[in-house]
């Protein structure tokens, strides 16, 4: 009967955290809604700069001038959100975990919310200002440039989202070295195939243009560096505390 009810308890709490990470992201939507016109003008910027003189942007359906930017507000609201929701997941795990595991989750929680700002910051300060020029210099003669607002919007959340989630790479093999999956020194051993991934990854969550691809290939090796310098620091600290906790219960 405890089983059962600290089972329900257990949801209760997920809900109510889940509640709260929702209403958080509808909250900062509500705050940025007034804006929503002047965020995707600052949105599509980089590509309008990169537009022959005189071209401009167009609206293929009739209701996308209204939703796209409601969409890209949402969005942003959520990204704006991450830290919030990232505590509701902390607090609702924290109880169940060691203190070493304390100690290793809550700074990765933060360095994860960070590379994926990081992400998104670099794929609009620099893959934009090379890619979009790229694509347009290599329009065929003849054709007009005028983008849809709402393909553009799909296209630039599509880079967000593959830049955000691929600067994740040094949590993930920071957790896989602390757990003992790998080890930094098997990782070291496998980096040639490790460069051939991140170019093959480039290649499949980015748009079908070298630039994009190899932008994108080259923060993730480096990426993959620091993860496998960082991760063997992590385990050793691990091993050192192991070490230290099995002689203080042969002490005793």
Known sequence: MSDAVTLIDHLVELRNRLLKAVLSVLLIFLGLA???????????????????????MIATDVAS???????????????????YVL???????????YKNEKKLVAPLM?????????????SYFVIFPLAFPFFIGVAPEGVVISTDINSYLNFVLKLFFAFGVSFQIP??????????????????????????????VGMLMTPPDPISQTLLALPMWLLFELGVMIGGLYASNREDSEADEEEKRIAK
């Not at 505590?87 to 975990?97: D, H, I, K, N, R």
């Not at 933060?110 to 670099?122: C, D, E, H, Q, V």
């Open 34 to 56: 007034y804006f929503a016109q002047d965020l995707y003008a600052l949105m599509s910027q980089p590509l309008i700069n990169a537009m022959p003189e005189g071209a401009q």
């Open 65 to 83: 001038p209204f939703f796209a930017p409601f969409k890209l507000t949402l969005v942003l609201s959520f990204f704006i959100a991450i830290p």
């Open 87 to 97: 505590y509701q997941v902390w607090a609702f795990v924290a109880p169940g975990l």
């Open 110 to 122: 933060l360095a994860s919310t960070f590379l994926f700002y990081a992400g998104i910051a670099f």
């Open 171 to 200: 949590i993930a093999i920071i957790l896989l070295c602390w757990t003992g999956f790998t080890s930094a020194d098997s990782l070291r051993e496998k980096r040639p195939y490790v460069i051939v991934g991140v170019f093959v």
